[in-house]
C-alpha cells in the first residue's frame, strides 16, 4: 500500500480537489454534543471536524438510504410501464470512520456478492469514494460504546476505503486502499514519509488500542458459541425481549443491516412510484406473514432473531463476517439498554454464571 | 443537503430530531443525542417521522363543497366563501353559535392566533383543544392543588430518582422515550412500583406491580396514603407549612382501611403495604403519571398528587411529580389559552384585572363568559348551539369520547377544517385548507417539562399558507390589522400575553434545546424543575378525599368490569401514523388478526367461560348487548374487559350518557361475558 503525508492544513485542499468529482460528505458539529454527516459547500469547509464523535446517523445511507424511490410505474391502456429511478450521484464519504467501512463491506456482500445483484444499492456503491479516518483520540473518536476492538474492525481499517487518514500528531498520514484512491497520492502537497512515520503509526495504533480497555468491551466469542449452539436460554432471550420497546432503532441505526419494505404511492391518475424505506426485525408487522401467521409473535422471539443473524456462526459464514461492527450505535438509541454490548454481557453472565 | 433539528411532532416527551432534507426532499429522521429529553432515543414514530412529510396525500390547495363534492379552489374563493358564511352564523346566531377548536398539535403560534380570531376578531370563548375531555381535568387538577397547570418535574428526573411510581399509564405506547428511561433507570437500580389496570411492557418490569380493579383506584391510594401515616413516613413539617387542607386531609387518610381497601382493589395488603413502604424509604420518589390518555375523575389525580405532596419531595432533583402529556403540543395549546375558560397564560376569563390587561394588548375586551368546551359541541345532547364550527389540526371523530361526533357535525352550517392530510373529518367539510405538514412548519411547542422548542422547517411549498396566516388574512376580512410577517412576530405578542414566556424569543430558542418555562426577563435561562428555588408558606392545596362508596353494582350476574381503553391503542387512528406506511402497519397489526376489532379478557376468565380466541362473544350491560370477538390475552387483569376505543360497535350499543360518564377507569361499565354460537 503507498502512503503519503499531509498538513493539518492541507486536508481542506484535499477536500476541495475532491469537490470537483464528487459531493463531498463530512462530519460536522451541530447542537450540543451532536455531530452529523452533512454535505460539504464553500460556506462550511472550514468546519469539517474529523476528532468527533462518530454521527449517529449511519453513512450506510448514502449506499442504502432511509427512503429511496426505486422507480415510477404509469397504467395506461396498453399495461403497465416501469422506468427505475436510480441514484448515480458521485459522492465521497470524508472522514468515514473504520466501523462503517466494516460495514459497507458486509453490506456489499449482502447486496452484491452473491446470485442477485441489486441495482440501486450497486449504482450507489461504484459511485461512492470512501476516505476513512483512524480515530486515534480516546474520548471524541472513540466514544463511550465504542468497540471496534472486539469486532476485530478498527480503530484502523485494513482495507475497504479509497482512502485512508491518520493524525500522526504533527502530520497526517494518507494511505491508498484502491487505484482510484492512489491518484490523490501524486498531488503536489503530499510528501513522502520514511519509517519514523510508520513506527509512530504502530505506536499511536497500539496505545489507542491499549485505552479501550477502559471502555465498553464486548466477549463476543463467548456469545457466539453460546447462541450458534443454542444454549441461550429462553428466559435469557424474554429477560432481553422484555426490555424492547420495539422502536427500530437497533436495526436503522446498524451498519450492516439490510433489511427494507417497499411500498407503492400513488402520484396522480395512472401513475404511482414505488420505494423502498428502513425496515426492522424488532417489528411485529415486519414477522408477521401475508397468510396471518406470524413466526415471531412474541417480542423476546423477535430480539433474539437480531443477535442470532449477527452471531450465530452459520451466519457469519454466509455473509462473510460477524454481522456487527462495533459502532456501539444501538447501545446509544436503545431505550432498553439491550444493544449489542449489554446483550453479549447479559448471556454471558446468565449463561455462564461469571459474576464478574 | 441540509440536517436540521427540530421537535418530534408525536407525543409531549418533545424529543430532539434531525430531519436530513435536499432542496424540497425530506430523505429522513434520527434523533440528538445530546438532547436532554430523549439522548439519543426515539420510538418508532419519530423513526418514520420523514414519510409525513414525503406522502403524495399531503393537501396543496383549499377544498370547498360544491354539490356535494369537495373541489380544489384558489385561496381567494375559499377564504371569502368562510368569511362571508361567518359574518351571516354570527349575525343571525350571535356569536355564541361560533366554535374554533384546535388540536394539540397546532404549534403555539396557529393556537395562539386562533384564540385571538375567536376572542378579538368574533367576541366569543368557544375555544377548546379537542382533548379536553381527557386532559383539562388534569390541568385543572395541578393548577388547583400546585397553581401551576404543568409538570413540576422534568423528564431526566427519572434517570436520577430512588424510586419511581408509575401511575396507570402504559409508558411504553404513550410516551415510549419516558417509558425507555424508566428501564434504564431499573436497570441502573432503581426502584418501580407500578399501578395500572393491565400489564404493559413496563409495569411487567416494575419491582412492586398493582393491578386493582378498574374504579377502585382511590381505595388503593387511600390505602396507601394510610399505610404512609401509620409508618411515619409522612412530612408533617412540610404540609403543615406549605400545603392548605393538611389536616383534612390527613383525618381524611385515617379513615381507610389497608385489609377492606385491598379486598375491594382485588390487590393484596401485603403488596399495597410494600408499594407504600417502598414510597415511603425513597430518598427521591418520583410520580408518574398522565395529563389523560383515559378519561379519569379528578379525585384521582388529586389523591396522586396528595401522595406527592406528603413526602414533600417537590422542588427535589429525581422527585415530585411528572405529568406527561400525549400529544407534542398539548401543554402548548393550553398555555396559548385554547381552552373556554382561560386566556393565555390561564388568565380566568372573569378576573377583571387580567381583563384589563388583554384589553390594552388587544384592543378588544374578551367576554366575561366562560365559552364552549368541544366535549359540549360533539359529545354532549347537541345543545351547544355551534353553527360553524373552525376545526384546526381537530378530528373529534377519532376519539373515544367523541364516537357519536357526526350528529352534531351534520348540524354545522360551516365546518371549516384545516389539516396537512384529509382526515376523517373531511366528509362533514363545506371548506378545507391545507396546513403546511411536519418538515414544513415554522413554529414552536412547548413539551411535557414546559419546555418551549422550535420546530424548524426544511421544505418549502410556497403554495400552503401556514395556519396562523391564514387566520390573519381571515381578521383583516373582519376589520382587523394584525401586523405578523412570520411565526417570530407572534411569539413576539405571546411573550407579552403570556407572563411565563416573557423570556422567550426565537433568537433565545436558537441556543441549546429550547427554554423551559417559566422563562422571564429575571430568568432569560428559563426553570428546570419547578419549586427548586425554595417555597412559599401554603403554597400547595391538598384535596381531602373522603372513603368512597361502594359503586352500586347490578348484581352478581354481572362480574365484569368494562373500560373503554385509549392508551393502549392510542396512535391507531391518528392522523400522522395514518399517512406513513411502516407505522400504519404497526399500528394496526392487531387488527390484520381481528379485522372487526376485539375486546380483551384473561386467558383465566377465558378458560371458565369457554371463550376462545378469535371467536364471537356476548357482552351484556343490564341494558343493552352487544357480539364482537374476543382477544384473549394476559395483558388485561381478570374480572376486566377491555375495549379498544376504536371498536365503536362496542361503545355504542354499551352508550348511556355519552363516554366520559361510562366505561371510564374510575367508572367502568358492570357487564357479563358469555361465548357466542356463529
Known amino acids: ?356 | 443537503m441540509q440536517q436540521i433539528l427540530t421537535t418530534c411532532p408525536f407525543c409531549g416527551v418533545g424529543c430532539g430530531i434531525y430531519l436530513e432534507a435536499e432542496v424540497d426532499r425530506v430523505l429522513g429522521a434520527y434523533p440528538s443525542v445530546t438532547h436532554p429529553a430523549n439522548r439519543g432515543r426515539i420510538c418508532l414514530r419519530g423513526w418514520h417521522v420523514h414519510e409525513l412529510c414525503i406522502t403524495p396525500a399531503r393537501l396543496r390547495k383549499p377544498l370547498l363543497r360544491k354539490n356535494g363534492q369537495l373541489e380544489e379552489v384558489e385561496w381567494e374563493e375559499a377564504i371569502r366563501f368562510v368569511s362571508e358564511r361567518l359574518e351571516s352564523i354570527r349575525s343571525r346566531y350571535g356569536p355564541a353559535a361560533l366554535a374554533f377548536l384546535a388540536g394539540p398539535r397546532c404549534t403555539n403560534e396557529d393556537a395562539y392566533i386562533l384564540q385571538k380570531v375567536a376572542r378579538v376578531v368574533f367576541g366569543t370563548n368557544n375555544v377548546d383543544h379537542g382533548y379536553g375531555a381527557y386532559t383539562n381535568t388534569a390541568l385543572e387538577v395541578l393548577l388547583r392543588s400546585l397553581k401551576v397547570p404543568a409538570s413540576p418535574a422534568v423528564i431526566e428526573d427519572v434517570g436520577e430518582a430512588d424510586l419511581l411510581f408509575i401511575d396507570q399509564v402504559d409508558l411504553s405506547r404513550q410516551n415510549p422515550t419516558v417509558g425507555g428511561w424508566v428501564i434504564r433507570a431499573r436497570e441502573s437500580g432503581t426502584k418501580v412500583v407500578a399501578v395500572s389496570y393491565r400489564r404493559d411492557r413496563i409495569t411487567l418490569q416494575a419491582d412492586i406491580q398493582l393491578y386493582p380493579q378498574p374504579g377502585t383506584a382511590l381505595w388503593l391510594y387511600g390505602a396507601i396514603a394510610k399505610v404512609l401515616w401509620d409508618r411515619g413516613f409522612i412530612d408533617l413539617e412540610f404540609l403543615q407549612k406549605y400545603c392548605i387542607n393538611a389536616d383534612e386531609v390527613l383525618r381524611s387518610v385515617q379513615q381507610y382501611d389497608l385489609l377492606r381497601a385491598a379486598e375491594i382493589c382485588d390487590v393484596p395488603p401485603q403488596l399495597i403495604e410494600e408499594a407504600a413502604t417502598a414510597y415511603g424509604k425513597a430518598k427521591s420518589a418520583l410520580i408518574l403519571c398522565s395529563t389523560g390518555g383515559e378519561a379519569r375523575d379528578p379525585l384521582d389525580l388529586h389523591a396522586v398528587v396528595n401522595l406527592a405532596l406528603m413526602r414533600g419531595h417537590l422542588g427535589r432533583k429525581g422527585a415530585g411529580l411528572l405529568v406527561l402529556t400525549e400529544h407534542c403540543n398539548l401543554q402548548g395549546v393550553c398555555d396559548m389559552g385554547v381552552l373556554p375558560g382561560y386566556l393565555p397564560g390561564y388568565t380566568s376569563v372573569f378576573e377583571d384585572e387580567a381583563m384589563d390587561r388583554f384589553q390594552t394588548l388587544w384592543g378588544v375586551r374578551p367576554p366575561k363568559k366562560a365559552g364552549v368546551t368541544a366535549t359540549d359541541v360533539f359529545a354532549g345532547a347537541n345543545s351547544s348551539g355551534i353553527r360553524a364550527c373552525w376545526l384546526m389540526r381537530f378530528d373529534p371523530l377519532i376519539l373515544a369520547g367523541f364516537s357519536r361526533a357526526f350528529e352534531a357535525l351534520r348540524r354545522m352550517e360551516l365546518l371549516v377544517v384545516q389539516e396537512a392530510f384529509l382526515s376523517p373529518i373531511g366528509k362533514y367539510a363545506h371548506v378545507v385548507f391545507p396546513l403546511p405538514a411536519f418538515g414544513e412548519e415554522d413554529g414552536t411547542y412547548t413539551s411535557t417539562e414546559r419546555r418551549v422548542q422550535r420546530v424548524r422547517p426544511v421544505v418549502f411549498t410556497s403554495s400552503v399558507m401556514p395556519g396562523w396566516q391564514l387566520l390573519t388574512e381571515l381578521a383583516k376580512r373582519f376589520g382587523h390589522r394584525w401586523a405578523y410577517s412570520k411565526p417570530a412576530d407572534v411569539m413576539e405578542e405571546i411573550r407579552q400575553a403570556v407572563p411565563f414566556y416573557s423570556g422567550i424569543g426565537y433568537e433565545s430558542l436558537e441556543h441549546s434545546f429550547g427554554r423551559q418555562w417559566p422563562c422571564t426577563q429575571d430568568r432569560p435561562g428559563g426553570t428546570t424543575r419547578l419549586f427548586e428555588d425554595g417555597l412559599r408558606e401554603r403554597q400547595f392545596v391538598m384535596t381531602p378525599i373522603k372513603v368512597p362508596s361502594i359503586p352500586a353494582h347490578p348484581g352478581p350476574e354481572y362480574p365484569f368490569r368494562l373500560v373503554f381503553g385509549q392508551s393502549l391503542y392510542f396512535w391507531h387512528r391518528d392522523t400522522y401514523v395514518n399517512n406513513s406506511q411502516v407505522l400504519l402497519r404497526e399500528h394496526r397489526v392487531l387488527l390484520l388478526d381481528y379485522p372487526d376489532g376485539f375486546v380483551e379478557i384473561n386467558p383465566t376468565d377465558a378458560e371458565r367461560l369457554n371463550i376462545r380466541d378469535g371467536r364471537a362473544i356476548k357482552i351484556s350491560s343490564p341494558l343493552q348487548s352487544v357480539v364482537t370477538t374476543a382477544r384473549v390475552t394476559d395483558e388485561v387483569r381478570p374480572g376486566t374487559v377491555h375495549v379498544p376505543f376504536f371498536v365503536r360497535e362496542v361503545a355504542e350499543a354499551l352508550w348511556i350518557n355519552g363516554a366520559e360518564e361510562i366505561g371510564t377507569l374510575s367508572k367502568p361499565v358492570f357487564v357479563k361475558v358469555e361465548p357466542c354460537a356463529e
Not at chain 1, 6 to 30: G, T
Not at chain 1, 240 to 266: A, K, M, N, Q, Y
Open chain 1, 1 to 356: 500500500m503507498r502512503a503519503r503525508l499531509i498538513n493539518r492544513d492541507d486536508i481542506v485542499k484535499l477536500v476541495r480537489i475532491l469537490m470537483r468529482e464528487y459531493e463531498v460528505v463530512a462530519p460536522f458539529c451541530s447542537r450540543g454534543s451532536d455531530t452529523v454527516f452533512d454535505v460539504v459547500t464553500e460556506e462550511n469547509i472550514d468546519k469539517i471536524q474529523l476528532h468527533v464523535r462518530n454521527p449517529i446517523y449511519p453513512p450506510k445511507r448514502f449506499v442504502l438510504p432511509h427512503v429511496e424511490q426505486m422507480f415510477e410505474f404509469q397504467m395506461s391502456e396498453v399495461g403497465v410501464s416501469a422506468i427505475p429511478t436510480y441514484n448515480e450521484k458521485p459522492r465521497a464519504l470524508f472522514g468515514i470512520r473504520s466501523c462503517d467501512i466494516a460495514g459497507i463491506k458486509h453490506l456489499d456482500n449482502f447486496f452484491l456478492g452473491r446470485e442477485f445483484v441489486d441495482p440501486y444499492y450497486l449504482r450507489q456503491r461504484r459511485n461512492l469514494f470512501l476516505v476513512n479516518v483512524v480515530c486515534t483520540e480516546i474520548g471524541t473518536d472513540v466514544g463511550e460504546y465504542c468497540f471496534c476492538l472486539c469486532a476485530d474492525t478498527g480503530p484502523a481499517a485494513r482495507d475497504g476505503f479509497d482512502l485512508q487518514l491518520m493524525d500522526l500528531g504533527d502530520v497526517w498520514m494518507v494511505v491508498a486502499g484502491t487505484e482510484r484512491g492512489s491518484r490523490y497520492l501524486d498531488l503536489e502537497f503530499m510528501a513522502r514519509g520514511d519509517d519514523s512515520h510508520i513506527k509512530l503509526r504502530r505506536e499511536i495504533l497500539s496505545r489507542v488500542r491499549h485505552q479501550f480497555f477502559d471502555k465498553q468491551t464486548s466477549w463476543f466469542s463467548a456469545a457466539m458459541r453460546l447462541i450458534t449452539r443454542l444454549e441461550v436460554s429462553e428466559s435469557t432471550w424474554e429477560k432481553i425481549g422484555r426490555r424492547c420497546l420495539e422502536c427500530g432503532g437497533c436495526s436503522f441505526v446498524c451498519p450492516t443491516c439490510s433489511c427494507f419494505t417497499v411500498d407503492d404511492r400513488r402520484v396522480s391518475a395512472g401513475k404511482a412510484i414505488r420505494m423502498r424505506l428502513w425496515d426492522s426485525c424488532a417489528l411485529g408487522g415486519f414477522t408477521r406473514m401475508a397468510g396471518g401467521f406470524n413466526p415471531r409473535k412474541a417480542v423476546h422471539d423477535r430480539r433474539n432473531r437480531r443477535f442470532f443473524h449477527k452471531l450465530a456462526y452459520q451466519f457469519v459464514l454466509r455473509d462473510g463476517s460477524i454481522g456487527c461492527v462495533g459502532c456501539g450505535r444501538c447501545a446509544v438509541v436503545c431505550h432498553g439498554a439491550i444493544g449489542m454490548p449489554s446483550v453479549v454481557e447479559i448471556i454471558r453472565r446468565q449463561e455462564l454464571g461469571s459474576q464478574d
